[in-house]
Protein backbone atom coordinates (compact mmCIF):
# COMPACT_ATOMS: atom_id res chain seq x y z
CA UNK A 1 0.00 0.00 0.00
CA UNK A 2 1.14 3.24 -0.24
CA UNK A 3 1.66 5.27 2.33
CA UNK A 4 -0.48 8.37 1.16
CA UNK A 5 -3.27 5.84 1.11
CA UNK A 6 -2.37 4.66 5.56
CA UNK A 7 -5.39 5.31 7.37
CA UNK A 8 -5.05 7.42 10.26
CA UNK A 9 -7.21 9.09 13.13
CA UNK A 10 -8.23 12.63 13.23
CA UNK A 11 -8.38 13.71 17.05
CA UNK A 12 -9.64 16.50 18.64
CA UNK A 13 -7.55 18.88 21.66
CA UNK A 14 -8.34 15.88 24.34
CA UNK A 15 -6.79 13.26 21.78
CA UNK A 16 -10.33 12.00 21.23
CA UNK A 17 -11.02 10.32 17.53
CA UNK A 18 -13.24 12.24 15.71
CA UNK A 19 -12.28 11.48 11.69
CA UNK A 20 -10.77 8.67 10.27
CA UNK A 21 -9.07 9.71 6.63
CA UNK A 22 -5.76 8.79 4.66
CA UNK A 23 -2.37 10.15 5.35
CA UNK A 24 -2.91 12.16 2.02
CA UNK A 25 -5.61 14.30 3.36
CA UNK A 26 -4.11 14.36 7.10
CA UNK A 27 -1.02 15.85 5.33
CA UNK A 28 -2.92 18.18 2.93
CA UNK A 29 -4.77 19.61 5.20
CA UNK A 30 -3.14 19.22 8.11
CA UNK A 31 -5.34 17.49 10.44
CA UNK A 32 -4.29 16.60 13.89
CA UNK A 33 -3.16 12.64 14.45
CA UNK A 34 -1.03 10.95 16.47
CA UNK A 35 2.62 10.22 16.27
CA UNK A 36 5.13 8.79 18.59
CA UNK A 37 9.13 10.00 18.98
CA UNK A 38 11.85 7.80 20.28
CA UNK A 39 14.91 8.64 21.07
CA UNK A 40 17.43 6.32 20.19
CA UNK A 41 20.89 6.32 22.34
CA UNK A 42 23.45 3.79 22.60
CA UNK A 43 25.27 2.41 25.22
CA UNK A 44 27.81 5.06 25.39
CA UNK A 45 25.21 7.86 25.79
CA UNK A 46 25.48 8.96 21.65
CA UNK A 47 21.72 9.92 20.17
CA UNK A 48 21.08 8.07 16.88
CA UNK A 49 20.14 10.72 14.08
CA UNK A 50 19.29 9.45 10.72
CA UNK A 51 19.07 11.60 7.33
CA UNK A 52 15.63 11.49 6.02
CA UNK A 53 14.86 10.76 2.63
CA UNK A 54 13.96 13.65 -0.03
CA UNK A 55 10.60 11.80 -1.01
CA UNK A 56 9.53 12.23 2.48
CA UNK A 57 5.88 13.49 3.09
CA UNK A 58 6.93 16.19 5.64
CA UNK A 59 10.47 17.57 6.09
CA UNK A 60 12.29 15.97 2.85
CA UNK A 61 16.05 15.68 3.63
CA UNK A 62 16.03 16.80 6.69
CA UNK A 63 18.21 15.37 9.68
CA UNK A 64 16.05 13.54 12.60
CA UNK A 65 16.79 13.14 16.07
CA UNK A 66 13.91 10.67 16.82
CA UNK A 67 12.62 7.48 14.98
CA UNK A 68 8.71 7.51 15.08
CA UNK A 69 6.11 8.61 13.23
CA UNK A 70 2.19 8.61 12.11
CA UNK A 71 0.08 5.78 14.34
CA UNK A 72 -2.57 3.79 12.38
CA UNK A 73 -6.00 4.33 12.72
CA UNK A 74 -6.95 2.65 15.92
CA UNK A 75 -3.20 2.22 16.62
CA UNK A 76 -2.23 3.00 20.50
CA UNK A 77 0.88 5.12 21.32
CA UNK A 78 3.06 1.54 22.82
CA UNK A 79 1.71 -0.48 19.39
CA UNK A 80 2.66 2.28 17.29
CA UNK A 81 6.07 2.67 18.46
CA UNK A 82 6.99 -0.74 18.68
CA UNK A 83 6.17 -0.45 14.81
CA UNK A 84 7.69 2.51 14.05
CA UNK A 85 11.03 1.43 15.39
CA UNK A 86 10.84 -2.42 14.15
CA UNK A 87 10.13 -0.55 10.66
CA UNK A 88 12.41 2.40 10.75
CA UNK A 89 15.54 0.80 12.30
CA UNK A 90 15.02 -3.31 11.79
CA UNK A 91 14.98 -4.04 15.14
CA UNK A 92 12.88 -4.99 18.37
CA UNK A 93 13.61 -2.97 21.28
CA UNK A 94 11.89 -1.84 24.24
CA UNK A 95 11.10 1.67 24.65
CA UNK A 96 10.33 3.78 27.89
CA UNK A 97 7.48 6.39 27.61
CA UNK A 98 8.99 10.12 28.35
CA UNK A 99 6.35 12.57 28.19
CA UNK A 100 3.54 13.83 26.10
CA UNK A 101 4.53 16.39 22.34
CA UNK A 102 2.50 18.34 20.61
CA UNK A 103 4.20 20.19 17.60
CA UNK A 104 2.00 22.33 15.48
CA UNK A 105 4.03 24.13 12.26
CA UNK A 106 3.01 25.27 8.83
CA UNK A 107 3.77 21.61 7.75
CA UNK A 108 2.27 19.39 10.48
CA UNK A 109 -0.28 19.03 13.53
CA UNK A 110 0.62 16.40 15.78
CA UNK A 111 0.27 15.15 19.26
CA UNK A 112 2.76 12.82 20.23
CA UNK A 113 4.56 10.52 22.87
CA UNK A 114 8.13 10.74 23.68
CA UNK A 115 9.90 7.48 24.25
CA UNK A 116 13.57 7.09 25.23
CA UNK A 117 15.47 3.73 23.36
CA UNK A 118 18.98 1.57 24.02
CA UNK A 119 20.39 0.15 21.55
CA UNK A 120 23.55 -0.52 20.06
CA UNK A 121 22.58 -1.95 16.75
CA UNK A 122 22.98 -2.91 14.45
CA UNK A 123 20.29 -1.21 12.41
CA UNK A 124 18.53 -1.76 9.22
CA UNK A 125 17.28 1.23 7.52
CA UNK A 126 14.23 1.07 6.09
CA UNK A 127 15.34 2.86 2.43
CA UNK A 128 12.05 4.09 1.85
CA UNK A 129 12.19 6.63 4.70
CA UNK A 130 16.23 6.69 5.90
CA UNK A 131 19.01 7.51 3.64
CA UNK A 132 21.63 6.90 6.27
CA UNK A 133 21.78 7.23 10.29
CA UNK A 134 24.56 7.65 13.07
CA UNK A 135 25.21 7.85 16.76
CA UNK A 136 26.72 11.33 17.79
CA UNK A 137 27.71 12.26 21.18
CA UNK A 138 24.55 14.19 22.53
CA UNK A 139 26.76 17.72 22.93
CA UNK A 140 27.27 17.85 18.96
CA UNK A 141 23.96 16.89 17.77
CA UNK A 142 22.81 20.04 20.38
CA UNK A 143 25.48 22.03 17.72
CA UNK A 144 24.42 20.50 14.19
CA UNK A 145 20.56 21.58 14.99
CA UNK A 146 21.53 25.12 14.98
CA UNK A 147 23.63 25.05 11.67
CA UNK A 148 21.92 22.30 9.52
CA UNK A 149 18.15 21.01 8.36
CA UNK A 150 16.37 19.37 11.33
CA UNK A 151 13.19 18.13 11.57
CA UNK A 152 11.80 20.90 14.20
CA UNK A 153 9.12 18.45 15.82
CA UNK A 154 12.05 16.20 16.88
CA UNK A 155 14.35 18.84 18.43
CA UNK A 156 11.40 20.14 20.50
CA UNK A 157 11.52 16.73 21.88
CA UNK A 158 15.40 16.64 22.25
CA UNK A 159 15.28 20.11 23.98
CA UNK A 160 12.57 19.14 26.73
CA UNK A 161 14.20 15.87 27.23
CA UNK A 162 17.64 17.53 27.89
CA UNK A 163 16.05 20.01 30.35
CA UNK A 164 14.21 17.25 32.08
CA UNK A 165 16.59 14.17 31.79
CA UNK A 166 20.03 15.45 31.32
Known amino acids: MNPADELVDVIDDIGNTIAVVTRREMRIRKLPHR ?8 TRGELFIHLRTATKDVYPSHWDVCVGGVLATGETFA ?5 EIREEIG ?5 EELFPINYQD ?5 HGMAY ?14 VVR ?12 VRCEPFCPDGVLVLE ?3 REFV
Open 79 to 83: QGVRR
Open 160 to 162: RYV
Open 91 to 95: VDAEA
Open 35 to 42: CTYVLVFN
Open 106 to 110: DATFA
Open 116 to 129: RAIHDGPFTLQIEE
Open 133 to 144: GEFVPLAEVLER
